[in-house]
T-cell receptor, first 113, second 115 residues
Framework: DAGVTQSPTHLIKTRGQQVTLRCSPI?????VSWYQQVLGQGPQFIFQ???????GRGNFPDRFSARQFPNYSSELNVNALLLGDSALYLC????????????FGPGTRLTVT | AQSVTQLDSHVSVSEGTPVLLRCNYS??????LFWYVQHPNKGLQLLLK??????LVKGINGFEAEFKKSETSFHLTKPSAHMSDAAEYFC?????????????FGTGTRLTIIP
């Protein structure tokens, strides 16, 4: 079975631009969560979506938004990029809302110049 | 509120010697605790998890961790280090009773194995 997939692998953007990152969960998984991992730190929770609804949001500005599609894939959008948004963005999927093992994708490395 | 503190940012051990990675947690609710490993250029992989069953939890690759409520600790151990264990390790807490999958990660411990 395919694991969690993310695209693109790497991305370079300029300050002020907008970016969209994509995630495909493991087949059968209905929950997708997004994390930001700045170099040298642990991942920080951004969003969780379950059955296409937002179920949790971390301490991130409104420039960050996400959505989940009927096939349970998800997109993370970041507007008005700042240098500080440079990070590894991780997507994780799981079977459902009740605590279950999350499976992480390899991440998208975003560099903002 | 919940948080984890990984007491060592970097641990070096010789191959074949024991590994100890320390983690203290803080949680307003009965927590679930996890250890994840991150190898360079690879995704996070779950090593083990504690969800209120046995306090001594066994994971993959010979790792285990003991939940000690009185000490609010969840240290990760392995009897004998292998070169392939070199990676970044994260202690993670989650509010079990909320059914919320928000994971709170520690800052990580980089494990180096000396040949």
């Amino acid at each position: 079975d395919a694991g969690v997939t993310q695209s693109p692998t790497h991305l370079i953007k300029t300050r002020g631009q907008q970016v969209t990152l994509r995630c495909s969960p493991i087949s059968g998984h209905k929950s997708v969560s997004w994390y930001q991992q700045v170099l040298g730190q642990g991942p920080q929770f951004i969003f969780q979506y379950y059955e296409k609804e937002e179920r949790g949001r971390g301490n991130f500005p409104d420039r960050f938004s996400a959505r989940q599609f009927p096939n349970y894939s998800s997109e993370l959008n970041v507007n008005a990029l700042l240098l500080g948004d440079s990070a590894l963005y991780l997507c994780a999927s799981s079977l459902g809302r009740v605590l279950a093992e999350q499976y992480f994708g390899p991440g998208t490395r975003l560099t903002v110049t | 509120a919940q948080s984890v503190t990984q007491l060592d940012s970097h641990v070096s051990v010789s191959e074949g010697t024991p590994v100890l990675l320390r983690c203290n947690y803080s949680s307003s609710y009965s927590p679930s605790l996890f250890w994840y490993v991150q190898h360079p250029n690879k995704g996070l992989q779950l090593l083990l998890k504690y969800t209120s069953a046995a306090t001594l939890v066994k994971g993959i690759n010979g790792f285990e961790a003991e939940f000690k409520k009185s000490e609010t600790s969840f240290h990760l151990t392995k009897p004998s280090a292998h070169m392939s264990d070199a990676a970044e390790y994260f202690c993670v807490v989650s509010p079990k009773n909320f059914g919320n999958e928000k994971l709170t990660f520690g800052t990580g411990t980089r494990l180096t194995i000396i040949p």
